[in-house]
């Protein structure tokens, strides 16, 4: 079983800034892509950023969702264990719950396919 832990999250103006971290409790070697999804009220999940590592390598790839390219930036420490969203030039409309997820690579020792989510970490922006 891993826990994912969120934090960073708050209160902030338009054109802030904010990072979101989200620690992994166990695995820390393990391939895996590493996700923030966010939640505004009354609407559903979307996702936001990936990205995708090894957890022993420098070397990751990423992906974003269009409404917050160039603006969000995901990044991780594996010897934290810990996968950060650094959020810039923040919009009333990024307002929103955000999740983490992990998802585990097919490896031996590994939780091979397992999926967790964090709890979430509320994000709000105010003009």
């Known amino acids: 079983q891993v826990q994912l832990v969120e934090s960073g999250g708050g209160s902030v103006q338009a054109g802030g800034s904010l990072r979101l971290s989200c620690a992994a409790s166990?695995?820390?070697?393990?391939?895996?892509?590493m996700s923030w999804y966010r939640q505004a009220p009354g609407k559903e999940r979307e996702f936001v950023s990936t990205i995708e590592g090894d957890g022993r390598s420098p070397y990751t790839r990423t992906n974003y969702a269009e409404s917050v390219k160039g603006r969000f930036t995901i990044s991780q420490d594996n010897a934290r264990n810990t996968v950060y969203l650094q959020m810039n030039s923040l919009k009333v409309e990024d307002t929103a719950m955000y999740y983490c997820?992990?998802?585990?690579?097919?490896?031996?020792?590994?939780?091979?396919?397992?999926?967790?989510w964090g709890q979430g970490t509320q994000v709000t922006v105010s003009s």
């Open positions: 166990a695995y820390r070697y393990c391939g895996r892509d």
């Open positions: 997820k992990a998802v585990y690579w097919n490896e031996l020792g590994c939780p091979s396919g397992a999926e967790y």
